[in-house]
């Protein structure tokens, strides 16, 4: 009398059901299976990513490329105890690095909305070592723990006025909750 959700017509094992929902306006049953995360990370996942590889694969290997210059430039600075301005600002972008890659793991697995909030993050570090390289005394204050990401990101946006343009999209877009969180926004959820 009901119809499954995905067109599924076997029913799992009924020890692996978690919830079993009926609706009867529509007619329709939705079962979640107590294995939703292994099937997000074995199954569905590497689809995804699979097929994002195959999209983008020439636009990754040019970003890899690029990449590994970057990194060629901070790593000799990179002092695990130094608080000097070099160290600070090597630590920080080499920080900014592989959160941008880690950001590029979690699209390629198919999550829009983390990989939006990492972005920000990325460019809130960026803002920061900016805030260093215009403002010496940013250095003392960081160090200090009182240098504040929004003052940072407000300098950032006074040496390159689209970076502050970028930084409110993706806040507005996927930090700060709004309708597109709860799916209302199928471009951007």
């Known amino acids: 009398k009901f119809k499954f959700c995905h067109g599924k017509r076997t029913l799992p094992p009924k020890e692996n059901v978690a919830v079993r929902l009926l609706d009867n306006n529509s007619k329709k049953a939705l079962l979640v299976t107590k294995d939703i ?17 195959r999209l983008t694969e020439n636009d990754i290997r040019a970003i890899s490329a690029l990449l590994a210059e970057a990194m060629g430039i901070i790593f000799p600075h990179v002092i695990a105890d130094s608080e000097a301005y070099k160290p600070t600002c090597a630590r920080l972008l080499a920080s900014a690095t592989t959160a941008f890659m880690a950001s590029l793991e979690v699209a390629r697995h198919g999550f829009r909305r983390p990989y939006g909030a990492m972005a920000r993050t990325i460019l809130e570090t960026l803002a920061t070592v900016l805030h260093i390289v215009v403002e010496p005394a940013a250095l003392g204050q960081f160090n200090a723990g009182t240098l504040r990401s929004t003052k940072s990101v407000t300098v950032a946006g006074k040496v390159l006025p689209l970076f502050a343009r970028q930084y409110g999209m993706l806040s507005d877009l996927f930090v700060h909750i709004n309708k597109s969180h709860a799916g209302l926004d199928p471009i951007v959820s």
């Open 37 to 53: 995360l292994v099937n997000q990370i074995h199954r569905d996942g590497p689809a995804i990513a699979k097929s994002f590889d």
